[in-house]
């Protein structure tokens, strides 16, 4: 085996796993050849007569720890550390845990052996038992079991079987629905250090900072449509990109020549066969557009011995970003940000930049949007910096105190110094007082912000020599009976769903675009708007805020193809973490906007435990704010369907309003409120998230919609489907 591994130094070893079954029904994994690391991880209950934990410590340049396993010698760990110099990652876990680690890897083999210790009928039963576990799984179809007799020393053809098995089906990070992430720093709220604290009070929608440098402008781009033809080693400080073309950034590269967009509503670009990408129509795995970028930097002297920062707005769909050479990290969920910390990795003078982007990965089949399909870098790449002990993140919450004339502002800043809140002159309110080391507050009478009189504070935070910022607005939002309030209004949402799309740019929206957007919608009696079906760029929230409009935060999950039934992915724990994590993060990056009123936690998916624990996390982060969920009404605060008739809303607000239902010789048609997604409730606020359908056609019914919002407390509104072609 090791000697195999030493011969294909040219050969993209990315992750790899082995699965052995023994006596004690464990599920074993060796996983992960990437880069420098290799990584043997089983369980510490092997079966194999009671194979224990061995910690061994190569010289420390090698530092590598490691299970036994089967015969796995301290010579093989000795000789593979030389092949993967670095680190070993020891993890124990339960089956449970394993099988998810797993299950995402598509093995396609499984070994059991007849032993001294089991006997033939032991390691049977433990073979049956596996493939039961693995039909739960769904990977039935994907594990072969093969029966050796003799000792548990693996020979040059068991070896040979493993291999054949492990590069026919091993999961890069871009398939390993696991991996969702390497090094990628956690979620904040946005801010940038400022030089003073008169630079917060500038007006600006985003406020200049001397520790802030844009990456975006012209990069070096190599494209090819084929994974295993990608440019190798082009991340190396002296590699030559002479003759690469060159593209704009941010950007959608096919829109630049690279490869075609493409209009999908409902079925994946790519072949259905998660978490693997394989061509729609070949099913083989040649095409999934890799494009690499390089570009140079030197950071300003000024930011020696502070904390730096990379960060990139939007890229689709997974990358990896080395810096001179060194890896620096791995990200998906193509419509949230991800940070690196490349402090360790910088220097002075001139550094390089280098960006591998794939257009699909695993987390594709959560990103299944009806809309253009791009690629690319297509939002803004950022260095930006802070003092070491600086400010990360920050939380702001804002609650009514004795009916809605007097509000407590309270600030979450861990180890904070200071906090001062500006009325919307730039006159000082007051300073927050401080009641620990990271709790302030202040209490007084502010004017409230709505859709209709959106004034926004300054409040400046500070710890040390880093100071920050952020527009705050006073504003809450509750469900009272069957209906929805902010500030103790009742409110009908007059609502759009928007995809961020641009007729010259596709997914690359400019600020110019976005103002002209919410101004349309201001000047046309919009009140509130959809992030259909992800996170905006930042600055759209920020408009949102000035501009007085009521948003629905959407987290960037979709998988429409496999629909609502059996096959919908909220049934599997394979996408658990990422269902949660994205929610989660949407969450944690924009909960300080005023604007937001609703968390979605995504669109047209299949209902399941991977929803209710989304829904969970959710609440846990921030439980001021409404929680909608359309594919399954039950576990939702609000009740929402799409593209409902008017005879159905009219049923719905009857219902809501404890009035008799009508017949259907009443109604003209035959009207269940109860179905495949969920029961809806006389006790709930009832959402359209989508009606109207628009493209292309002339919004019939619409004033009959709204007779019916009106006449009835429980039907809070709705979104226009949409605002422009996506």
Not at 84 to 109: H, M, N, S, T, Y
Not at 141 to 152: A, D, M, P, S, T
Request: glycine content about 8%; proline content about 4%; aromatic content about 14%.
């Amino acid at each position: 085996f090791v000697d195999w591994v030493e011969d294909q130094k040219d050969f993209d070893l990315t992750r790899i796993g082995v699965v052995g079954h023994s006596r004690g029904g464990k599920a074993a994994l060796v996983a992960g050849v990437l880069d420098n690391r290799f990584s043997l991880v089983c369980s510490n209950n092997s079966g194999c007569g009671g194979a224990k934990l061995n910690r061994m410590k190569l010289p420390e340049s090698e530092y590598y720890k490691s299970f036994l396993h089967f015969k796995v010698t301290y010579w093989f760990c000795e000789r593979m550390a030389k092949v993967f110099p670095g680190r070993e990652d020891v993890i124990e876990r339960d089956q449970d845990e394993w099988l998810a680690l797993v299950a995402p890897r598509k093995l396609c083999v499984a070994s059991a052996t007849e032993d001294l210790w089991a006997g033939p009928a032991g390691e049977r039963a433990a073979a049956e038992s596996a493939k039961r576990v693995w039909k739960l799984y769904g990977l039935e179809n994907f594990v072969k079991y093969h029966i050796r007799k003799g000792k548990h020393d693996l020979t040059p053809f068991d070896w040979r079987h493993y291999l054949d098995a492990m590069f026919e089906s091993g999961a890069s990070d871009w398939e390993n629905s696991s991996v969702t992430s390497l090094n990628r720093l956690p979620p904040r709220t946005y801010s940038v250090p400022l030089r003073s604290e008169k630079d917060a009070l500038s007006g600006k929608l985003d406020v200049d900072s001397p520790y802030r440098m844009s990456l975006n402008g012209p990069w070096k781009i190599s494209w090819t449509g084929d994974p295993k033809l990608r440019v190798k080693g082009f991340e190396a400080e002296d590699f030559d990109d002479g003759d690469w073309f060159t593209i704009p950034v941010p950007a959608c590269v096919e829109l630049h020549g690279f490869g075609s967009p493409g209009y999908v509503n409902w079925r994946y670009p790519h072949k259905y066969d998660w978490p693997r990408i394989r061509d729609r129509q070949s099913g083989k795995a040649d095409y999934n557009p890799v494009s690499s970028y390089r570009r140079k930097f030197t950071l300003p002297g000024d930011w020696k011995s502070r904390r730096v920062i990379l960060r990139f707005d939007g890229v689709y769909s997974a990358y990896y970003v080395w810096i001179n050479g060194r890896k620096v990290g791995y990200a998906e969920d193509s419509k949230l940000p991800s940070e690196f910390d490349v402090t360790g990795f910088v220097k002075e003078g001139e550094n390089t930049l280098a960006v591998e982007v794939y257009r699909w990965c695993d987390g594709s089949y959560l990103e299944d949007q009806d809309m253009t399909r791009y690629s690319g870098i297509f939002r803004d790449v950022t260095l930006w910096s802070m003092p070491k002990d600086g400010i990360w993140d920050f939380t702001v919450k804002t609650r009514p105190v004795d009916g809605y004339e007097n509000w407590s502002l309270e600030l979450e800043l861990e180890n904070g110094d200071a906090a001062s809140l500006y009325d919307a002159e730039n006159k000082k309110v007051a300073d927050l007082t401080k009641l620990s080391d990271s709790r302030f507050k202040l209490q007084f009478r502010p004017q409230l912000w709505s859709a209709e009189k959106p004034y926004l504070y300054t409040l400046v935070v500070r710890k040390g020599d880093d100071i920050r910022m952020r527009r705050v607005g006073f504003k809450d939002q509750k469900i009272i009976g069957n209906a929805i309030y902010v500030n103790g209004r009742k409110i009908k949402f007059r609502g759009v769903n928007r995809h961020e799309t641009s007729p010259v740019y596709g997914r690359s929206v400019t600020l110019d675009e976005m103002i002209r957007d919410i101004e349309l919608m201001k000047r046309y009696n919009f009140d509130t708007v959809r992030t259909s079906h992800y996170p905006n760029h930042r600055l759209w929230y920020d408009l949102c805020d000035r501009y007085g409009l009521y948003v629905m935060a959407e987290a960037n999950v979709e998988g429409h193809e496999p629909m609502y039934g059996k096959h919908g992915l909220g049934r599997f724990k394979t996408w658990k973490r990422s269902i949660v994590e994205r929610n989660e993060r949407n969450v944690l990056f924009y909960r300080n906007h005023p604007s937001v009123v609703f968390w979605s936690l995504g669109n047209e998916t299949g209902h399941g435990p991977c929803f209710t624990a989304a829904m969970a996390a959710v609440k846990e982060i921030d439980n001021t704010r409404i929680v909608q969920w359309e594919p399954w009404n039950n576990e939702s605060d609000v009740d929402a369907r799409m593209y409902r008739s008017i005879a159905w809303l009219e049923q719905r607000g009857r219902l809501g309003a404890g009035l008799p239902l009508l017949s259907e010789k009443e109604l003209g048609e035959n009207i269940q409120l109860n179905d495949y997604k969920g029961n809806q409730s006389a006790d709930k606020p009832f959402f359209m998230c989508e009606y109207a359908h628009a493209m292309g056609n002339a919004l019939g019914n619409f004033e009959e919609y709204w007779q019916l919002f009106y006449k009835y407390d429980s039907l809070t509104g709705g979104c226009i489907w949409d605002w422009v072609d996506q």
